[in-house]
């Protein structure tokens, strides 16, 4: 079956720290690839997404790029602030389905 | 439109108790999702509905769950009979359209505990 799989946390950086979240992924069809994000207390927030191979997503300076041959699409981002720190999560959606397959989940914090 | 609202925001009920929560979507989103996030776990899809009809339903939604959308705007989730093990976020989510390439917009959940 369609399965996502995320390095495990937690992960602490410090402010200006550079960020590597790996994310590979499972998939019987064509999937399209997404980074969601959740702060403490809040709902699941869309931060990125790919729909076809080599696609590079990217926002508020996070980037990913879908990798068809090694079935990854890693998050990553320059220089992170104490504002990052949520809970991440790599999804997947199957061409012509409607269910979005998840991740465990990383959670990251960035001390000042 | 403020986006997803799902209420209560915090559920506690004794097992053995039946209990209902509440989506409301975006108002011109015909397509409404609930999934059931357990702690330090990814959301785990339970049914999806288009407009009023209910399309697809996972294997983890039980013959104690059931989930309406009336008239295709809001929907509601109950959970009958409760056990330990439904304790998790419900989250709801809505969406747009054929092509759900550009994801959903989620709820903030509600958090059932069964003691």
């Known amino acids: 079956g369609d399965s996502v799989t995320q390095m495990e946390g937690p992960v602490t950086l410090s402010e200006e720290a550079f960020l590597t979240i790996n994310c590979t992924y499972t998939?019987?069809?064509?999937?399209?690839l997404f980074w969601y994000v959740q702060y403490p207390g809040e709902g699941l927030q869309l931060l990125l997404k790919a729909t076809k191979a080599d696609d590079k997503g990217s926002n508020k300076g996070f980037e990913a790029t879908y990798r068809k041959e090694t079935t990854s699409f890693h998050l990553e981002k320059g220089s992170v602030q104490v504002s990052d720190s949520a809970v991440y999560f790599c999804a997947l959606r199957v061409q012509g389905a409607q269910k979005l397959v998840f991740g465990q989940g990383t959670r990251l914090t960035i001390n000042p | 439109d403020t986006g997803v609202s799902q209420d209560p925001r915090h559920k506690i009920t004794k097992r053995g108790q039946n209990v209902t929560f509440r989506c409301d979507p975006i108002?011109?989103?015909?397509?409404l999702y609930w999934y059931r996030q357990t702690l330090g776990q990814g959301p785990e899809f339970l049914t999806y509905?288009?407009?009023?009809?209910?399309?697809?339903k996972s294997r983890l939604l039980s013959d104690r769950f059931s989930a309406e959308r009336p008239k295709g705007s809001f929907s509601t989730l109950e959970i009958q009979r409760t056990e330990q093990g439904d304790s998790a976020m419900y989250l709801c989510?809505?969406?747009?359209?054929?092509?759900?390439?550009?994801?959903?917009?989620f709820g903030s959940g509600t958090r059932l505990t069964v003691v």
């Open positions: 989510a809505s969406s747009l359209g054929r092509d759900t390439v550009y994801g959903y917009t």
């Open positions: 108002s011109e989103h015909n397509r």
């Open positions: 998939a019987t069809g064509y999937p399209s």
């Open positions: 509905f288009q407009n009023e009809a209910q399309l697809e």
